[in-house]
């Protein structure tokens, strides 16, 4: 089975800071998708950032990078300069690419900035 | 980039009537499509996958007797909860598959469906 954990409910941090969201997941597979994605207080879901498992360079997207360790299955998210934007429902998830394109999500990190 | 459309965005209905919400892709087109359900405070929870011009198919525990999808074209996809009960009150949201090569879902921004 595929499972995506997330172990940090929720978390703070100061305005301007460095935050890093944790994510580990499980799957038997040797290629397949990971994405970070963001949900506002407004709930649109919006991705973040996403990383291809064949790839070993970590996926960067302005502020926001990954640190991708395959062995470990591990899919970490930082957040550079954090801004009071970026408070949101934040939800690693994961995805086969053999044909299932179905997403499994964890079970999400409150994150909120401190001004 | 790729936008999805939700309507109604917010939908109260009375116990025992049915409701229909519409899930569209706006700039490209989606042989497949999501729904899922979000409880408050929690995670995102499939409920069914829409393939264009075929039946849905359906998550383990979800009654497709309820929760009939309809994926009519490339760009749209309609889920309609039938005979509506309280316990259907949520957040439903819908997602468009965007292939090429970057299975990357995007998602149309929820509706809100309250049953009285």
């Known amino acids: 089975a595929q499972t995506v954990t997330q172990s940090q409910p929720e978390m703070s941090v100061q305005e301007a800071e460095t935050v890093t969201l944790s994510c580990t997941y499980d799957?038997?597979?040797?290629?397949?998708?990971l994405f970070w994605y963001k949900q506002p207080p407004s709930r649109q879901m919006i991705l973040v950032i996403r990383?291809?498992?064949?790839?070993?360079q970590n996926a960067t997207e302005n502020r926001f990078s990954v640190n991708f360790q395959k062995a470990a299955k591990s899919f970490s998210l930082k957040i550079s300069d954090s801004q009071l934007g970026d408070t949101a429902m934040y939800f690693c998830a994961f995805i086969p690419n053999f044909g299932n394109e179905k997403l499994t999500f964890g079970t999400g990190t409150r994150l909120t900035i401190i001004p | 980039g790729a936008v999805v459309s939700q309507h109604p965005s917010r939908v109260i209905c009375k116990s025992g009537t049915s409701v229909k919400i519409e899930c569209r892709s706006l700039?490209?087109?989606?042989?497949?499509m999501f729904w899922y359900r979000q409880f408050p405070k929690q995670s995102l929870m499939l409920m069914a996958t829409s393939n264009e011009g075929s039946k849905a198919t359906y998550e383990q525990g979800v009654e497709k007797d309820k929760f009939l999808i309809n994926h009519a074209s490339l760009t749209l996809s309609t889920l309609t909860v039938t005979s509506a009960h309280p316990e259907d009150s949520s957040f439903y949201i819908c997602s468009a598959l965007l292939l090429a090569g970057k299975y990357e879902q995007y998602f149309g921004p929820g509706t809100r469906l309250t049953v009285t």
């Open positions: 990383q291809e498992a064949y790839k070993q």
């Open positions: 799957t038997s597979e040797n290629n397949y998708y």
């Open positions: 700039d490209f087109q989606a042989t497949t």
